[in-house]
């Protein structure tokens, strides 16, 4: 959308420019002051507009948590399902309309967690989904309990003397389930994750962009890292990009150097390519290649 | 006014017109986390003292000739609640 | 509307129920399947396997059934007709999404070949332990739509009927099959595809801004509107009002599931699906459905050589329950007489409807083989005196 | 024949699924008559208890469809014969693989018994799998329950097309292997 298609006025200024995209008659949202998935939100909006999409050419489909609400604040076709299955669902939306993008929006802990089984196999199928987790290091919505992703030594409610156990690194796990795409950046790196957005929109296959991003009601407070501003700047101080970051060096340790880039970037075929191109050369002339679904 | 930001003045800044940019604060959708003010390239804004609706003080334009209309504190605000137009633009739109 | 025909095998087929039942998802238009493999329920998603490539569907082996119930809510959102297939562990792990379904009022069918529990359980052996499963395994309040098929030719059928149901009321129906019916092989006939109704998707014909997806019509089902045309709309598991959106409210609550429930209830008398013998003069009602009714035919035809009047009620509909239906018979008969290859499940809704007005008598069993006639017919004569 | 129970009984593997549907479409679409078929079997692929149950009606379709004192038993293994002997009809027929199966002799004595060496026949041609369309035909050869033309209709739908020589060769085998039989008890007096 441009500034000029905007008609819509709020008190006596124009109305945001992503008004468009976005259900601005649901705002204010629900996520804390400080909390980051506003931006990675922002973000996903300025990457379609970039990419020269419009919001009737994707759909958003998130499962449960703070980020899992972003589905009802993107004005798409969106979908709020259940904890941990969003991709699953996703995968059902883009098989069965393979002429749209399809984007699942998740946490950290909805996404490999109660999600996790779903997400490797999704990769490893190499699914036609591009898949944005926006990782706080805890489970925000239900109070700050241990996420697969909290830190060592990181405070939880159910780890009240500290977390002692490994935390998943996400890109590693994304890569070595067979992703074709995977990145990641702070909710500070506005321009790069924009950018990714944008590449990664514009790919097929499963792309996975993980965002770092402050919660800064419950895990930054129970940690005593300050605010969400302060995790911003601790984001600017202490990410590295490294686009060629050894397994090693992308792990995640308690307020440790955070190393951001665009890992891997390779193409294989997707599952729905693979699938039409095996039975093709399989079924000959048998094989009808699925039906759209929609109005006939 | 020279922005202190800059260690030296750019050779071709005499060629190259930055863009002038209009900020707008949509006031009642701010929850004041201070993003825009703490990363703004060019020191346009600062907290206001003021509360809005919700008990949040937020951004004030403290410098608009400085804006050079560069989009981020539209990206960095979590809120949708601030954002920046091209000041040719705002001319098209005024009525 | 008539069914496409290349997902019509018409002829005359000698199938076993699970491959009748696959065969009446192709036929009813289903074009997506999510599945895991289960005892006994896998031949469906197997012939599937094979068929889908050839008439324009889509199969996928998913990593478990959580996946496979996600998956078909997602491709029926867009805009295919789904089913997916399992058994008791499955059917289990499905219960969050079924619920989910429901919420969201998307169509899709979901068959279980009953097999016994609970847990593992028997995997290759029969029950009807997940009836009340069915009624009620998803949290929250809801009313479902489940079937029974007592052949493979209704098999076939009554998947058909399944995803039509599904798609005329938006929810998710139940085929209820059992492992006997699931592998019982018999002559299963099918039809011309221009003799099979199929019942489209409700797309709405709302412009996109004037458009409310959960706007009821005036059966109490709202329309659905196709992705990428400019809808934009939202779904959400969570309570929501006419717009889709959260709100999280007791009015909100009550409006959304208030109309969920209603929507079947209201629309009962147009689902039911009962076959019925001998009820008029009937001393005695025999009520079964799925393989039961037909182990309690000899035992029924014993019976009446006696001179009891034995009448026959089955369940082709088991949810919604003709509630009404069995207080009427009530007032008019001695007993109901209930086989089923379980402690006692569909029999408490018997119950609770006669409401004292006449003898229940359950005949029932943990599962793993059929009934034996002789314990029905016993139960009969027990009754009728 | 107008209402007969079939049991085939044996252990998995040996096709006892296959001969039921064989025999039960030969009946049901290749013939003007009904037949239901129900099995049994444990989780195991192969090696366990398995048994399908057929029955066949000329002039109705089947409601009860289960067998509770079948009038042919078709036992391939000493376990299906122990198991399912004991409610075969007083006027049965036992037809027997005869080198898995050892009846117990002069127990019933107005069964009709008739064993074949039918894992032999089917390794003579060449393919140990072809053991219950030996047996299928030696039920046609021994009984007026199926004709020849539609029972191999039926088989033709059953196996792959690269198999359905073969297995009408076993069958054809069975079949006059079961006539020769009857032919010698005939001539040896007895009542067939």
């Known amino acids: 959308m441009t500034v000029a298609e905007n008609k819509k006025t709020i008190g006596n200024i124009p109305e945001h420019p992503k008004s468009l995209l976005l259900r601005m008659d649901r705002m204010p949202h629900i996520w804390c002051s400080r909390c980051g998935i506003g931006i990675v939100v922002g973000c996903l909006a300025a990457a379609l507009e970039k990419a020269g999409l419009s919001p009737d050419d994707i759909t958003i489909t998130s499962g449960i948590g703070c980020t899992g609400r972003v589905a009802g604040y993107v004005k798409v076709d969106s979908f709020h399902t259940t904890h941990g299955r969003a991709i699953p669902f996703a995968v059902g939306l883009a098989l069965s309309r393979p002429d749209l993008k399809h984007v699942v929006f998740s946490g950290d802990g909805d996404l490999v967690s109660i999600g996790g089984n779903h997400f490797i196999h999704a990769a490893r199928r190499n699914q036609n989904l591009l898949v944005i987790c926006v990782n706080n290091f805890t489970y925000a919505m239900t109070g700050g309990q241990l996420a697969p992703t909290t830190p060592v030594t990181a405070r939880a409610t159910t780890a009240p003397y500290g977390s002692f156990e490994n935390p998943f690194c996400l890109p590693n796990l994304a890569i070595s389930a067979g992703a074709d795409y995977v990145a990641r950046w702070t909710s500070l790196h506005i321009r790069r994750m924009t950018d990714t957005f944008e590449e990664a929109l514009n790919r097929e296959g499963f792309r996975f962009i993980e965002i770092i991003a402050p919660c800064s009601t419950i895990y930054a407070r129970r940690n005593k890292l300050g605010t969400g501003l302060d995790l911003m700047k601790y984001y600017y101080e202490n990410s590295e990009i490294k686009h060629d970051a050894t397994a090693e060096e992308l792990e995640i340790g308690f307020q440790t150097k955070i190393v951001v880039g665009k890992f891997v970037d390779k193409e294989r075929p997707s599952y729905a390519r693979a699938m039409n191109r095996h039975l093709g050369k399989i079924l000959g002339k048998k094989y009808i290649p699925p039906e759209v679904g929609g109005p006939q | 006014m020279p922005d202190p930001r800059y260690w030296r003045k750019p050779f071709d800044s005499d060629k190259v017109k930055s863009p002038k940019g209009v900020v707008y604060v949509i006031k009642d959708r701010c929850k004041g986390c201070g993003f825009c003010v703490e990363f703004c390239p060019r020191g346009v804004l600062v907290l206001s003292v003021e509360f809005n609706k919700k008990g949040y003080h937020p951004p004030e334009v403290v410098h608009p000739d400085r804006c050079v209309n560069c989009d981020l504190c539209e990206r960095i605000c979590p809120e949708f609640a601030i954002y920046s137009l091209n000041q040719d633009e705002i001319i098209e739109l005024a009525p | 509307m008539h069914a496409d025909p290349k997902g019509v095998l018409t002829g005359t087929h000698y199938l076993d129920g699970d491959h009748a039942a696959a065969e009446g998802a192709c036929a009813a238009g289903c074009r997506f399947l999510a599945g895991y493999p289960i005892t006994p329920s896998t031949e469906v998603a197997e012939r599937c396997a094979l068929r889908f490539p050839m008439i324009g569907g889509t199969f996928i082996q998913m990593e478990d059934e959580l996946a496979s119930i996600a998956a078909i809510l997602g491709a029926s959102w867009g805009g295919l007709k789904t089913f997916t297939v399992t058994s008791g562990p499955g059917f289990s792990l499905m219960m969050e999404n079924i619920g989910l379904g429901i919420m969201m009022e998307c169509p899709c069918v979901i068959i279980n070949v009953q097999r016994g529990g609970p847990s593992t359980g028997l995997p290759t052996l029969p029950a009807q332990a997940d009836m009340m499963q069915a009624r009620w395994g998803s949290h929250g309040d809801y009313e479902i739509i489940a079937l029974s098929p007592n052949s493979p030719q209704e098999c076939f059928d009554l998947t058909i009927e399944a995803v039509n149901l599904s798609e005329q009321y938006r929810l998710p129906v139940m085929l209820m099959m059992?492992?006997?019916?699931?592998?019982?092989?018999?002559?299963?006939?099918?039809?011309?595809?221009?003799?099979?109704?199929?019942?489209?998707?409700?797309?709405?014909?709302?412009?996109?801004?004037?458009?409310?997806?959960?706007?009821?019509?005036?059966?109490?089902?709202?329309?659905?509107?196709?992705?990428?045309?400019?809808?934009?709309?939202?779904?959400?598991?969570?309570?929501?009002?006419?717009?889709?959106?959260?709100?999280?409210?007791?009015?909100?609550?009550?409006?959304?599931?208030?109309?969920?429930?209603?929507?079947?209830?209201?629309?009962?008398?147009?689902?039911?699906?009962?076959?019925?013998?001998?009820?008029?003069?009937?001393?005695?009602?025999?009520?079964?459905?799925?393989?039961?009714?037909?182990?309690?035919?000899?035992?029924?035809?014993?019976?009446?050589?006696?001179?009891?009047?034995?009448?026959?009620?089955?369940?082709?509909?088991?949810?919604?329950?003709?509630?009404?239906?069995?207080?009427?018979?009530?007032?008019?008969?001695?007993?109901?007489?209930?086989?089923?290859?379980?402690?006692?499940?569909?029999?408490?809704?018997?119950?609770?409807?006669?409401?004292?007005?006449?003898?229940?008598?359950?005949?029932?069993?943990?599962?793993?083989?059929?009934?034996?006639?002789?314990?029905?017919?016993?139960?009969?004569?027990?009754?009728?005196? | 024949m107008s209402h007969t129970d079939v049991v085939i009984s044996g252990f998995g593997g040996q096709g006892v699924i296959m001969a039921g549907i064989v025999l039960g479409k030969t009946i049901s679409i290749f013939s003007d008559g009904f037949a239901t078929m129900t099995q049994n079997f444990g989780p195991e692929a192969r090696g366990g208890a398995c048994t399908a149950q057929v029955v066949v009606d000329s002039d109705n379709p089947i409601r009860y469809p289960?067998?509770?004192?079948?009038?042919?038993?078709?036992?391939?293994?000493?376990?299906?014969?122990?198991?399912?002997?004991?409610?075969?009809?007083?006027?049965?027929?036992?037809?027997?693989?005869?080198?898995?199966?050892?009846?117990?002799?002069?127990?019933?004595?107005?069964?009709?018994?008739?064993?074949?060496?039918?894992?032999?026949?089917?390794?003579?041609?060449?393919?140990?799998?072809?053991?219950?369309?030996?047996?299928?035909?030696?039920?046609?050869?021994?009984?007026?329950?199926?004709?020849?033309?539609?029972?191999?209709?039926?088989?033709?739908?059953?196996?792959?097309?690269?198999?359905?020589?073969?297995?009408?060769?076993?069958?054809?085998?069975?079949?006059?292997?079961?006539?020769?039989?009857?032919?010698?008890?005939?001539?040896?007096?007895?009542?067939?």
């Open chain 3, 178 to 385: 059992d492992e006997c019916i699931g592998h019982m092989t018999e002559k299963v006939v099918i039809p011309l595809a221009e003799e099979i109704d199929i019942v489209p998707r409700r797309w709405t014909r709302e412009k996109p801004d004037t458009y409310l997806p959960y706007k009821p019509c005036d059966d109490l089902v709202p329309e659905i509107a196709p992705l990428g045309y400019g809808y934009r709309f939202h779904t959400t598991g969570l309570t929501h009002d006419q717009r889709g959106y959260p709100v999280l409210n007791a009015e909100t609550q009550e409006e959304c599931v208030g109309r969920l429930m209603d929507k079947v209830n209201k629309n009962a008398e147009n689902i039911y699906h009962l076959e019925k013998h001998n009820l008029d003069d009937a001393d005695v009602i025999l009520i079964s459905y799925g393989i039961s009714s037909r182990v309690a035919i000899p035992a029924v035809g014993k019976a009446r050589e006696d001179g009891i009047k034995v009448g026959e009620l089955r369940l082709i509909t088991v949810w919604p329950f003709p509630e009404n239906l069995i207080r009427e018979l009530a007032g008019n008969i001695k007993a109901f007489v209930m086989p089923e290859i379980n402690y006692g499940q569909v029999v408490l809704e018997v119950e609770r409807c006669v409401g004292g007005k006449c003898k229940t008598r359950l005949v029932g069993h943990a599962g793993g083989w059929v009934h034996d006639p002789e314990s029905i017919y016993q139960a009969i004569k027990e009754v009728a005196q």
């Open chain 4, 66 to 192: 289960y067998v509770q004192h079948p009038k042919i038993l078709i036992a391939m293994s000493q376990e299906g014969y122990e198991k399912h002997e004991p409610n075969l009809a007083s006027d049965g027929l036992l037809l027997y693989e005869e080198e898995l199966v050892e009846p117990h002799p002069g127990k019933r004595d107005q069964i009709k018994a008739l064993g074949i060496p039918a894992a032999r026949i089917a390794e003579e041609f060449g393919n140990p799998m072809v053991l219950n369309m030996v047996m299928i035909g030696f039920l046609a050869g021994t009984s007026n329950l199926i004709d020849i033309e539609p029972a191999k209709k039926a088989i033709a739908g059953c196996v792959p097309s690269h198999f359905i020589e073969l297995n009408h060769r076993a069958f054809d085998k069975g079949y006059e292997y079961g006539r020769n039989k009857l032919e010698a008890l005939k001539a040896a007096g007895s009542e067939v």
